[in-house]
């Protein structure tokens, strides 16, 4: 059997260090978002002959948008962000174009200098829109987390103090989060990754995951708790993270493999969504056996010290726990 609750020191050390590196990316490299939280307009050109970015950022600062962000995709693309740019105008009694859209005009002069493109994709956002999406963002991760927390609670509310439970899932939940959001800021570096809609989505498919696998260990935990309900927590504990452990790799891998290879083979605008889903599905697997169970036994009794004390998880009754 494996002393999964002993070794707590060495997997909380280890998320430790990586939220750390995490933290440290996002202050100092940043976060890249998308227009759809900092309004403006996006466009992917897929060029038929080679172009450089070089030349391609003095076309668009002569075109008027010095401002404009010019990127790279895995694919030899180009993501261009700019302000918002105007939408075309028509006369309200012909419906005759009486200004053409500026993102058309950008295009045929693009094209005229470079030669045949193709607009693979196009996102207009205004401010206000940006806003109201952040808000619901926002909301919608809030409400997701509270509503598993209490969900969980009740689930286990034949156990002594059930809240024990909902907590440790949320912060497992967080846990992935924070690492997913500092993955994203170190590879951002090199890579172009912003955080749009397709990233939030990733981040609630992440949250379901992730507690769904935390349920399965509690849930162990729970049946062993009311079959030896004398055993010490750590030892019941350290049994269910056992039994539940192959279960937990098995689904964890067979979807990591489904992922990687649409990562590898599909499409570069399914890139930033599977990476997400890469990063959280591999941490929320570590994080129900290696965070989320172990703050189950070391539940804070007497402030910070709860968590501190050196007391062996055998040593640990249930109902003191």
Known sequence: MIDFVGKWKWYWGLSGLIILIGIISIAVLGLSWGVEFTSGTSMTIRFEQQVKQEELR????????????????????????????????????????????????????????????????????????????????????????????????????????????????????????IIVFGMYALLGAFYPMDIDVMFITGILTVIGYSVNDTVVVFDRIRENTLKNPTSPLGTTINASLNETLARSLNTGMGAIFVLLALFLFGGATLHNFMFVLLVGIISGTYSSIAIASPLLLFWPKRGLLGFIRRAQPSQVPLRRA
């Open 58 to 177: 003095q076309e668009l600062t002569t075109l008027g948008h010095s401002e404009a962000i010019i990127q790279t995709t895995g694919e030899g693309d180009f993501l261009i962000r700019t302000a918002r740019l105007e939408l075309e105008e028509r006369d309200p009694q012909t419906g005759e174009v009486t200004k053409p859209a500026e993102g058309t005009v950008i295009a045929e002069a693009l094209e005229q200098e470079f030669g045949p493109l193709e607009v693979t994709d196009y996102n207009d956002v205004s401010s206000t829109v940006a806003k109201e999406i952040g808000r619901n963002t926002i909301i919608a991760v809030i409400a997701g987390c509270a509503a598993i927390g209490v969900y969980i609670t009740w689930a286990f509310r034949k156990l002594m103090r059930p809240f024990r439970y909902g907590v440790c899932a949320v912060v497992s939940l967080i846990h992935d989060v």
